[in-house]
T-cell receptor, first 114, second 115 residues
Framework: GAVVSQHPSRVICKSGTSVKIECRSL??????MFWYRQFPKKSLMLMAT?????????EQGVEKDKFLINHASLTLSTLTVTSAHPEDSSFYIC??????????FGQGTRLTVV | AQSVTQLDSQVPVFEEAPVELRCNYS??????LFWYVQYPNQGLQLLLK??????LVKGINGFEAEFNKSQTSFHLRKPSVHISDTAEYFC?????????????FGKGTSLLVTP
């Protein structure tokens, strides 16, 4: 299957700082990318959907000013957690797809805010 | 909207025994169904998917699932499990009109395989 690379795999940051997570589709052009958040022992919660070149669509309850999503090219989407706090600590996963195909998932990023 | 219910949060099973992980979905429109596996601190890997056609779907690692429209189910099965199958398994549903786009996940089932 297609490869989606997510970076970094782990990050620790201080409370109040911002963290950027990258999601790249390595061997295909992703027209749509998704960002999920996964709490321990819980399912994946869709945070937002982004289409290349347009603003992301956020799910209800997700703060768009806190979780900034950029999908500037067909192979790259970024999620920036701004002014991170300990409650933002979580496992973040991206997925990417193109028209008519399934979504392929990145390896995930473990964010710890101290 | 589409939703998925995974009836078992944990399934313990002995090595080489058969296993079934249950998944029921709810939708008023045609759907696509997926099973994913997640190993600790990793992303999701697609095991198998049902888009159309034969209701019995075979996937990787010896897993298979059967789409049952009348019972709105998509249970995952493996005839003989290995220790390495220990992982979290997620059932997911997507609207058929949007292909594999927006996935709604179940809460997951932890499969624990012991010797």
């Amino acid at each position: 299957g297609a490869v989606v690379s997510q970076h970094p795999s782990r990050v620790i940051c201080k409370s109040g700082t911002s963290v950027k997570i990258e999601c790249r589709s390595l061997d295909f052009q992703a027209t749509t990318m998704f960002w999920y958040r996964q709490f321990p022992k819980k399912s994946l919660m869709l945070m937002a959907t982004s289409n290349e070149g347009s603003k992301a669509t956020y799910e209800q309850g997700v703060e768009k000013d806190k979780f900034l999503i950029n999908h500037a090219s067909l192979t790259l989407s970024t999620l920036t957690v701004t002014s991170a706090h300990p409650e933002d600590s979580s496992f973040y996963i991206c997925s990417a797809s193109q028209v008519g195909t399934e979504a392929f998932f990145g390896q995930g990023t473990r964010l710890t805010v101290v | 909207a589409q939703s998925v219910t995974q009836l078992d949060s944990q399934v313990p099973v002995f090595e080489e025994a058969p296993v079934e992980l249950r998944c029921n979905y709810s939708s008023s429109v045609s759907v696509y169904l997926f099973w994913y596996v997640q190993y600790p601190n990793q992303g999701l890997q697609l095991l198998l998917k049902y888009l159309s056609g034969s209701t019995l779907v075979k996937g990787i690692n010896g897993f298979e699932a059967e789409f049952n429209k009348s019972q709105t189910s998509f249970h995952l099965r493996k005839p003989s499990v290995h220790i390495s199958d220990t992982a979290e398994y997620f059932c997911a549903v997507s609207r058929a009109s949007k292909s594999g786009y927006e996935l709604n996940f179940g809460k997951g089932t932890s499969l624990l395989v012991t010797p």
